[in-house]
């Protein structure tokens, strides 16, 4: 009779870092019926919400990240990091996990540091192609690396990598047979082009912008719009749409298989789980790379893709005046759209839950 696995899954702030996490967790409990997860985010961020909707256990510690905008807010950060080091080894003790994950974002770190003192097994799950300096620093440490990019050798130690790709939502698949649904439910016409814009869970300034100024745009070339916001830019584009039956704005897409499935292109940031999403979907994407993110890893990552034929990429800094004409282009040129198609599906690794999974409960032991 197989024992019982505890594991802990530590690490959030945005969907880009939940989502995986919750699909990796299920993908345990696929293998491994029975097992007991425990979650630990960051208080005030989006998982201490996003993880028991999903129904798992959460802890929370007070932790939060540098900030680059007010210097003054890192003062406190020390004070803050110890404080949370000391609360995650209280938690691994209470809890006693035979194995922790970090999947980033600021719990991640203190969590596997605390389980590190306390000789419990670890594994990363590192997204991006370019690693922040905490998991470059814990890297050293832990037991297994589990990445999407080949390569990370230059920041990890080789004998402890794995490529699994990295885990997407489980109802990103067989979108063909949604499509008819998602119509429907978006309220949207058959026959005209669709544009997907997805700033991520949080929005993204600069894209927003960029849409609200191609609006009348895309209104004379008809093309509809499904447009996730974020909740700080909501209210404004929606009063901005209210002229236009062809832009459909959301603060947050619940159903985002339905807006995969009924899209014709994408425009996204290149966050790396945004990145493994639309390879999974096989939709020809606009990249704008966040230039407010470590190491520049999101220019990293898109251009990973463009290398390949598999995305345009357009600056941050250029895309106010340059995305609606680039997202005119692609809507006209089939050819195009049907070739990124094709080598971004390439791309895609279908199974990574499972294969991360796999080398947790390996890890285990048991």
């Not at 949207?188 to 960029?210: C, D, H, P, Q, W």
């Not at 004379?220 to 459909?248: C, D």
Request: charged share 25%.
């Amino acid at each position: 009779m197989l024992q019982q696995l505890k594991i802990i899954i530590s690490g959030g702030g945005t969907g880009g870092h939940i989502f995986p996490a919750i699909a990796i967790a299920r993908a345990i409990e696929e293998m491994r019926p029975g097992t007991e997860i425990l979650f630990v985010g960051a208080i005030g961020r989006m998982e201490m919400e996003k993880v028991p909707a999903a129904g798992y256990k959460i802890e929370g510690l007070q932790i939060s990240g540098i900030s680059r905008s007010n210097m003054m807010k890192n003062i406190s950060l020390p004070a803050k990091v110890l404080k949370s080091v000391k609360r995650a080894k209280e938690i691994i003790s209470e809890f006693n996990p035979d194995v922790i994950v970090g999947v980033g974002g600021y719990a991640s770190g203190p969590t596997l540091w605390g389980g590190l003192r306390k000789n419990v097994p670890t594994l990363i799950q590192e997204q991006n192609s370019y690693p922040g300096i905490t998991n470059k620093i814990l890297g050293k440490r832990v037991n297994k690396i589990c990445v999407a990019y080949s390569g990370m050798e230059r920041f990890f130690p080789a004998s402890k990598l794995i490529i699994t790709g990295n885990p997407v939502r489980q109802d990103i698949s067989g979108l063909e047979a949604k499509r008819n649904e998602a119509l429907e439910y978006f309220k949207l016409k058959n026959n005209e082009f669709v544009l997907l814009v997805i700033g991520g869970s949080l929005g993204a300034r600069t894209i927003n912008e960029s849409v609200k100024n191609s609006l009348q745009l895309f209104a004379e070339n008809n093309i509809q719009v499904i447009w996730q916001t974020g909740k700080a830019f909501h209210n404004e584009a929606a009063e901005l749409a209210k002229k236009y039956s062809n832009i459909k704005v959301y603060d947050f897409i619940s159903k985002m298989d339905f807006a995969y499935a009924v899209s014709d292109a994408v425009i996204s940031r290149a966050g790396a789980i945004s990145l493994a999403e639309l390879c999974i979907a096989g939709k020809p994407a606009i990249l704008v790379p966040s230039p407010n993110v470590t190491d520049d890893h999101q220019t990293k990552n898109a251009n990973s893709l463009a290398k390949e034929s598999a995305a345009i990429v357009i600056k941050d800094d250029v895309a106010v005046q340059q995305l609606g004409k680039e997202v005119i282009k692609l809507a006209m040129d089939k050819a195009l759209r049907g070739k990124l198609s094709k080598n971004i599906e390439t791309l895609a690794i279908k199974d990574s839950a499972k294969r991360i999974a796999k080398e947790i409960i390996e890890l285990s032991g048991k």
